[in-house]
């Protein structure tokens, strides 16, 4: 199985593509798609630029990244490690 993930545009929040193609921000309501379905839904999510910043597929098992970049994945799902964690006043 594999998803869709990429940056927003609007403010470079991660985000996923739903079974509808729609954007949402958890992991857990990213559409999961077979080979085929997954790239038909890469290709919706890159004819979509004013939304999904360099989309891309990545694997998942039992709900989970896995594959080689599961790590960077697992990182990149629980959101931003700085910005609004530093005070800049």
């Known amino acids: ?3 869709v993930t990429a940056n927003r ?3 470079g929040r991660v985000i996923y593509a739903t079974a509808s193609g729609d ?3 958890t992991f ?3 559409g999961q798609f077979e080979d085929e379905a997954a790239h038909l839904a890469l290709s919706r999510a890159a004819g979509d ?3 999904f910043v360099n989309p891309y597929l990545v694997e998942v ?3 989970r990244p896995s594959g080689r970049d599961r790590f960077k994945e697992q990182i990149r799902a629980q959101g931003p490690t700085v910005g609004h964690s530093l005070d800049y006043a």
């Open 49 to 51: 630029p004013a939304t």
């Open 28 to 30: 857990a309501e990213a």
């Open 23 to 25: 954007p949402v921000e």
């Open 1 to 3: 199985m594999k998803i």
């Open 61 to 63: 098992t039992a709900g």
């Open 9 to 11: 545009l609007s403010d």
